[in-house]
């Protein structure tokens, strides 16, 4: 699909590139970003971004610049019907593993983090915000289970604070089956290679455990754990 949706945009041109400018962006330093921005080939004028997943073009964003409001309008996207978050591939990108997570609202928003040297920088349209984890942030989910610093820069009205609430609900939160059956040798690896971690369940009653830890400071089996439940085997304090 990626070579597909890369016939539908040609190079940005000269009134694209000043309306640009007019948001404030440098043109040459933002064509150095290589983002792929152009223009729909059939309608010259009209912008098109695209997004990347793992590198490949799966989504165009299409709209013009409208003065007084921020971001595409009068747009439509092409490819899948769900886009992946807007510069999700910086989450794949291990030479960022240190720098915070900053999430912002729409393209320009990343367009200007990424200008003002936030390469760690995702975008989320406020379109798509609603009641609940929305699909295309239940589809990064995995990517933003481990972020352990984040910086949520939304707009104020009601669509803002229902994003920040997505957002919110997502970052450091994990599917419980899927965690489950990792526990057991069945969890999912991912096309990009990601493999579902085990999940450590404790509740609030760490006496169990301490005691475990007692008995096997190595470690300790199903099977372990289940006969010192059934009391068959001492805690060290009792022999």
Partial sequence: MSELLQNYIRPL??????AIEAR?????????????????????????????????????????FTKGIVGLQ?????GMSVPPLYNVDCLRDASLADEPLIVVEG???TWAALSAGFR?????????????????????AYLLR???RAVI????????QALRANIADTIGRSC?????????????????????????????????VTRLAQNYPQGWSTAQAIAWLLGEVPSISEV
């Fill in 176 to 208: 419980l089956c899927n965690s489950l059956a990792a526990n057991v040798g069945l969890g999912q690896t991912r096309q990009d290679g990601y493999v579902e971690p085990a999940l450590v369940t404790l509740g609030v009653d760490l006496d169990g």
């Fill in 153 to 160: 820069c939304t707009f104020d009205d009601e669509q803002g």
């Fill in 74 to 78: 009068g747009g439509r996207w092409l």
């Fill in 107 to 109: 393209e320009m928003a």
């Fill in 120 to 140: 760690r920088c995702i975008g989320l349209l406020a379109s798509l915000a609603g009641k609940g984890r929305q699909p295309h942030l239940e589809a990064a």
């Fill in 13 to 18: 041109g000269v009134e694209s590139l000043a």
């Fill in 146 to 148: 481990d972020i352990p």
């Fill in 24 to 64: 404030g962006f440098d043109a040459e330093e933002f064509l150095k970003l290589d983002l792929g921005v152009g223009e729909l080939a059939d309608h010259p004028g009209v912008l098109a971004v695209p997004y990347r997943e793992q590198g490949q073009v799966v989504a165009i964003h299409t709209g013009t």
